[in-house]
């Protein structure tokens, strides 16, 4: 019996959670601590695992574990990873770390940053959802698949509600988790009628998905259900026309949040996405192929565009969350091996600029106490390390070569182009769109002259904090300049699909 | 003819009875300010109750004892038992209430309704059915309008009276008319003879719909809903978290045994009937609780939505002749998310009798700053409301999703859509009630210096009440085992 890391790691945030909440809650600095604590656990337990399933050279579902929970219903806990997913984990591992770390903030000169209004339900809260996470991105059964799910949507609500900016926090926070739970619910009911049609094929009662793979569903059933299941996932990940929940979600949210939000949540409906959309209905994807590119496409596009002429430095970021998922979508679409291996790429390479972007835009603005570009300008004095990480970030974004932005978006825009070669064009000024925005941000933000109401005021960034910037930089460059420290496995997860899809 | 297995079959019944004598001995004997303290004697009665039911009266095969009067079986005997569990959570939060905690009445009251309920349960005649429906109800007419100085609680008693005896009476008027149409009033007779003979289908529907009134009654679903929301409202808190959980569940349990052993698809109409109803149900339910202001109402109209939920697995119980993957799954399903709702709906009833018995209060503003004075109760609430969204890792949700699962495989598409939106509504609203609990402050941003305080026994029940529903909703194998059981006694 070798040592359950999967379940480990799934579960080690909610008990971490359950500690804290039991913990006086004035004592803010044991509870920071224990918060830490766990994220670091959590952090190792990800990275073993990560590191484990690349230098072995494994393939197909690793780390299985299998535990009988309902046998009449076939319901079982089932939890795995393979190539697609351990990206995935690690991604979590890191954003659940550099969040707690940018949470800690401090309370100095009369500035407040982080979280300082109750941080022990603050942390419990963001842990229950990493848990959550974590088991979406390991579970083999489809059940339990939809259990975390909704375990990761609902504390999001009291996150945004509780700590979010208080001028749309109820606003956006309701709309967010209902958007989600209707996309989830969506979902499940296509779940269950693939569970009941199984059963009538193959006369046994099972919610593992890798039985499901194999239950053989007719071509005019797989049309049917793919897209409600595959766009009730995709709400999360912030498909066109059902993104709009995301950058009010976003603003909204206290900047850990937005970090897991835009970082590894919106991975999370992607994910889903293709593990019961794609992978259960194959047949249902070829089908509807070109539409979800065309839907990826305008999020592509529209995406830049409308963060182009954002002039709140959150939304900016916001909506190059949806641009850049659109990239995500429209890889897995082309059904393709370079597109899918593009598309698993750019989930980890924007899930960590993403959560870096945001971690930068709460530092700012915790100081500022604005967020409007046009109001700030020379914040590199105070914050070089801050600046920094944000151009590298840019840079990332604009898909520039020795960063983990190209590596991820050259192969989704080569297997765009064998799919649909308009399309690739179309998408390509997205690119040029977002070189523009984000180099106008860095000059508003970062250069020019700071406005004469912030001299004296500005306290420079915390160590923390620039522990959570190094981190996060140092793996976007490491996957630019190496590639093959994750490229090869996602390829393995990708065989994995392209096997399902009959090699087409 | 007596055997072990007659007592057996009623054990719990007679352990209730025992209690109870027991209280009425006891009560004269304590002062009237230490009277509160009956409430832990009738608890620790009926869990020592439950457990002895559990070790010695476990049913074997299903049959029919008492001359046909009980049917002995596991689909009454998992409600009965979380009829007695309701019961003691219930008589815990009793002794918070200023008005009801010192009166020993209550108490006795209490348990002469959930002996009429686990007779209800288990009953295999119409006649001891009907007698159980009226030995539960006549004691919660009392209940709830128990505060004579209170003129909501006088006017729910007097409602609940008025709206119960005339659906009662319209019950028995069908059942007359099925002892005239079979001869019989055995339950299980029924069927059969009802198969053989020949009987105007329109003639059964009227039957059918008359007894739905009755049951609709106790389980409160449109259109037999009206009282309510106005009782739950009146009636001390704790007999409307009583009300709203183990007397509707009995009210289902009935529906259960009853339409699916005694009425055989004979009346094609009357499925279609009930579909329609647990749609208007879910959708009146939901709908009508955005609105609310008043905790009490806002969980009075949850509670009817709820029901609604209940029937889609109750229309996924298979008929004659239709051959399905899992027939049971309707039936498991049913008492599942019974088993789910009872534990939750009593944890949000008890959070509010809590509230209520420490501020006088009980709107939904006046939960503004409840995480910050009691972060514990706040807490509480956040599982109970969660799970009363159909929330993981609450119990709602995999009761829910189980109903929907058997409504899908029976077909039921449309319903479990229209559940589906539902339960978004519900999502609106009960998370509406958690951002008072969470967001919104006190006027004077100070909670620390109003505390809210628990007393001792609502400590215990509320927490044992959240473990449960988490247990539930996470653990659910074992639960499901016993729904599971129940639901193949049916068949």
Known sequence: MTFPFLSAIVFAPIAASLVMLLMPGGRKNLVRSIALGAAVLNLGLSLWVYITYLTRGLTGYQFVEQYEWLPVLGITLHFGVDGMSAPLVLLTGVVMFTGVLISWGEERHGVSTGIQDRPREFFAFLFILASGVFGVFCSLDLFMLFFFYEIAVFPMYLLIVIWGWIQTREYAAMKLTLYLFIGSVVSLVGGL???????????????????????????????????PVFLGFAVLGGIWP????????????????????????????????????????????????????????????????????????KYVIGFSSVSHMGLVAMGFATLSREGMLGAGVQMFSHGIMTALF???????????????????????KIMPLAAVGFIIGGLVSMGMPGFSGFIAEFPIFMGVWKAQWLVAVISIVSIVVTAAYVMLVIRRVFFGQMPEKFEGHITPITALDKVAIVTLCLLMVGIGLFPRIMVPMVQTGVENILRLLGGS | MFSSQMILSVLPEILILALALFLLGVEPFLKTERRRNLGWLTAAGLVISVIASLCFSRPGEPVSTLGGMIRYDWLGFFFKMLFMCAAAATALLFMGHEQVGQRGEAYLLLLAATLGLNLMASAGDLVMLYLAIETASIPLYVLSGFMLSDRHSTEAGFKYLLFGALSSAVTLYGFSLILG???????????????????????????????????????????????????YHGAPTPVSGFLSTASKAAGFAVITRLFFVAFPDFAGGWTLVLAVISAITMTVGNLLALPQTNLKRLLAYSSISHAGYVLIGVLAIPREGTTWGFPELGAASVVFYLAAYIFTNLLAFGIVMAFTGATGLEDI??????????????????????????????????????????????????????????????VYYYLNVLKYVYLYRLPDEDEEKHPVRLPGSYALVLTTLTLVVILVGTVFAPWFAWSYAGAANLF
């Open chain 1, 193 to 227: 009628a693939m569970y009941w049609v199984a059963y009538q094929n193959t006369g046994v009662l099972t919610f593992d998905m890798l039985q499901l793979e194999q239950a053989g569903f007719s071509q005019a059933f797989q049309d049917f259900w793919f897209l």
């Open chain 2, 181 to 231: 149409i079979t001869g019989t009033t055995d339950i299980y007779a029924i069927g059969s003879s009802l198969r053989s003979g020949e009987l105007a289908p329109a003639l059964g529907f009227v039957v059918l719909v008359l007894i739905l009134v009755g049951l609709g009654f106790k389980a409160a679903f449109v259109p037999f809903h009206f009282w309510a929301p106005d009782v």
């Open chain 1, 242 to 313: 059902f993104h709009n929940w995301s950058p009010d979600g976003h603003v909204a949210a206290p900047t850990a949040v937005s970090m897991f939000h835009a970082g590894v949540l919106m991975k999370l409906g992607a994910f889903a996405a293709l593990r019961v959309g794609i992978m259960l209905l194959p047949e249902g994807a070829k089908t509807w192929s070109l539409l979800i590119i065309g839907l990826a496409t305008v999020n592509v596009v529209y995406g830049a565009f409308i963060a182009f002429v954002q002039t709140d430095f």
């Open chain 1, 358 to 380: 945001f971690a930068v835009v709460g530092m700012v603005y915790d100081r500022a106490h604005t967020r409007h570009i046009p109001d700030l300008g020379g914040f590199v």
């Open chain 2, 365 to 426: 503003r006046d939960l503004a700053g409840l995480s910050r004075r009691s972060p514990g109760l706040g807490l509480m609430m956040l599982a109970a409301f969660l799970s009363l969204a159909g929330m993981p890792p609450f119990a709602g949700f995999v009761a829910k999703v189980f109903v929907f699962a058997a409504g899908v495989q029976a077909d039921y598409v449309w319903l479990v859509v229209v559940g589906i939106i539902n339960s978004i509504v519900g």
